[in-house]
């Protein structure tokens, strides 16, 4: 596929979780209707497996061992900025087959239901069994703003009709 550019994106924020939920809505019902597209590399399945990927992982374990210290004292350091404005695109996870994990090829209604289930999960008493490698403790209030944030980020790269 061709490389993105910024326009071929959508800005989009996230303030809670029914925001979030609600996008998803949405996005079910332009795929329903066969009007649901994505830019970039990914299929629409593939963005929703990631983000939902990366929501489970907080309780069933993170595929990636945790950076060197200095880097993740730095991602800490940047964390309350990252859970305030925007997380980068293009970014990497070295020594990672494809830069990240949660990534490999799923139906899209498949990949809703796990994304659903994981807010459901952000949502309910049990607490996050794993630490983020990256990020190491953190509030669920930061875990819930960090996975608004990442879904942010890939969302921007579906597209439907009336999405503007």
Same mark, same amino acid.
């Given at each position: 596929?061709?490389?993105?550019?910024?326009?071929? $994106?959508?800005?989009?924020? /996230?303030?809670?979780?029914?925001?979030?939920?609600?996008?998803?809505? $949405?996005?079910? @019902?332009?795929?329903?209707?066969?009007?649901?597209?994505?830019?970039?590399?990914? *299929?629409?399945?593939?963005?929703?497996?990631?983000?939902?990927?990366?929501?489970?992982?907080?309780?069933?374990?993170?595929?990636?061992?945790? &950076? &060197?210290?200095?880097? $993740?004292?730095?991602?800490?350091?940047?964390? &309350? !900025? @990252?859970?305030?404005? !925007? @997380?980068?695109? %293009?970014?990497?996870?070295? %020594?990672?087959? %494809?830069? *990240?994990?949660?990534?490999?090829?799923? =139906? /899209?209604?498949?990949?809703?239901?796990?994304?659903?289930?994981?807010? =459901?999960?952000?949502?309910?008493?049990? &607490?996050?069994?794993?630490?983020?490698?990256? /990020? %190491?403790?953190?509030?669920?209030?930061?875990?819930? =703003?960090?996975?608004?944030?990442?879904?942010?980020?890939?969302?921007?790269?579906? $597209?439907?009709?009336?999405?503007?």
């Amino acid at each position: 596929m061709s490389k993105t550019t910024p326009t071929d $994106r959508r800005d989009l924020n /996230f303030a809670t979780l029914d925001d979030l939920r609600a996008e998803l809505d $949405r996005l079910e @019902m332009a795929e329903q209707r066969g009007e649901l597209s994505a830019v970039g590399k990914w *299929t629409p399945g593939q963005i929703l497996g990631h983000v939902a990927a990366w929501i489970h992982y907080g309780w069933e374990g993170y595929p990636i061992k945790a &950076p &060197p210290f200095f880097i $993740r004292w730095y991602l800490r350091w940047q964390l &309350p !900025k @990252m859970l305030k404005g !925007k @997380m980068p695109s %293009g970014v990497r996870i070295p %020594g990672v087959e %494809g830069g *990240t994990t949660g990534a490999e090829p799923v =139906e /899209f209604a498949e990949a809703l239901a796990n994304m659903r289930r994981g807010i =459901e999960r952000l949502e309910s008493d049990e &607490p996050a069994t794993y630490h983020s490698p990256a /990020f %190491g403790e953190m509030s669920m209030a930061d875990r819930i =703003e960090l996975n608004l944030r990442h879904a942010e980020l890939h969302f921007s790269f579906l $597209r439907y009709p009336g999405d503007g």
